[in-house]
């Protein structure tokens, strides 16, 4: 039986589609039943519960063969990593009072470092509080999602643009989470001997402006990559209504990246995913 939360999210969707396509079982962890019926029609066991609840979790977990797990953003939180420390330290002690065995955590680009990543600094307090909760754990430290880039297609669309802060002409990795969830699947089903740590980056590298092509391909129009100033990062977020909070945290992030902050701990054994970026942005226009 693998344990999938996350389920009506980007990655825990393909995970447990995946799993349940293999012929396995599978218990999803959803925060009500009515999320829950989709999955039941499709043959999952479905376990009713909040990701920082540790009762709750307990339950959901016991008799896990493995479980895929994350700390999914509250972007309502006032105090965002401390809210995330709190639901980490549930689902640490879930995971040790459940006695799984095996799990798979999504966590980032960048959670080797303790500060200077913004909200990274979330998924590094996770692996700390989680490192020891299973005798098999697997950190799959996926790159910047492609499907981010669905909260400015907007603006494409109306204005032509592609805003960035940041160079729009440097190659970085960003992945489909298609990928993530089938890269997750793989650890699944292939559990870690102790701490494993898997990062994963996508097809390519691709820059924004091999970004801004694709979506003008796939609007039909011209979309220019924009590049607007890092330390701007705060003051422009709050402008298009990010609260203060997350500005600030975000523009911790875009800093950090150009510090070499957001970068791949073993650039050697990074290993790719394989969707291409039309296909991955297709979705999304
Ligand atoms: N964006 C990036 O570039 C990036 C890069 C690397 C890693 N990450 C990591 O990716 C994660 C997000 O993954 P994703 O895109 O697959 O998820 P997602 O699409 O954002 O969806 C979040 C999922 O988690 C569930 N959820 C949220 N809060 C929960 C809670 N308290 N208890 C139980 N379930 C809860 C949601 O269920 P509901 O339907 O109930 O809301 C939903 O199924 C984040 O944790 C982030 O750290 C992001």
């Known amino acids: 039986m693998f344990v999938v939360a996350g389920v009506t999210g980007h990655t825990g969707a393909v995970v447990a589609d995946t799993l349940l396509a293999k012929g396995h079982k599978v218990r999803v962890i959803v925060r009500n039943a009515e999320k829950g019926a989709a999955w039941q029609k499709k043959g999952a066991e ?94 799959l430290r996926a790159a910047y999602f492609l499907e981010n880039w669905g909260s400015v297609i907007p603006v494409a669309k109306a204005q032509g643009v592609l805003p960035h802060f940041g160079a729009v002409d440097v190659k970085f990795s960003q992945v489909c989470t298609k990928d993530i969830g089938l890269a997750a699947v793989d650890a699944l089903l292939k559990p870690a001997d102790g701490v494993r740590v898997m990062e994963l980056a996508g097809r390519e590298d691709w820059s924004v402006q091999d970004v801004a092509a694709a979506l003008s ?20 977020l709050m402008q298009a209504g990010v609260p203060e909070t997350m500005a600030t945290l975000y523009a911790e992030m875009y800093a950090g990246i150009g510090k070499g902050l957001v970068a791949w701990e073993k650039p050697g054994s990074v290993t790719r995913g394989t969707t291409a970026l039309l296909d991955a942005l297709r979705p999304l226009v």
């Open 217 to 236: 391909s796939l609007l039909g129009k011209p979309v220019q990559a924009v590049a607007a100033p890092v330390d701007g990062a705060k003051a422009g």
């Open 46 to 139: 479905v376990a009713i519960a909040d990701l920082g609840d540790a009762a709750a979790m307990t339950k959901a977990l016991t008799g896990a063969t493995a479980a895929y797990l994350l700390s999914p953003p509250n972007f309502a939180a006032k105090d965002f990593i401390a809210d995330r420390r709190q639901l980490v330290g549930g689902l640490a002690k879930a995971v040790k009072d459940s006695g799984t065995r095996s799990f798979v955590f999504l966590s980032s680009v960048g959670a080797q470092h303790p500060a200077g990543t913004g909200p990274i600094v979330t998924v590094h307090n996770a692996e700390q509080a989680l490192k020891t909760g299973a005798p098999s754990v697997t950190f």
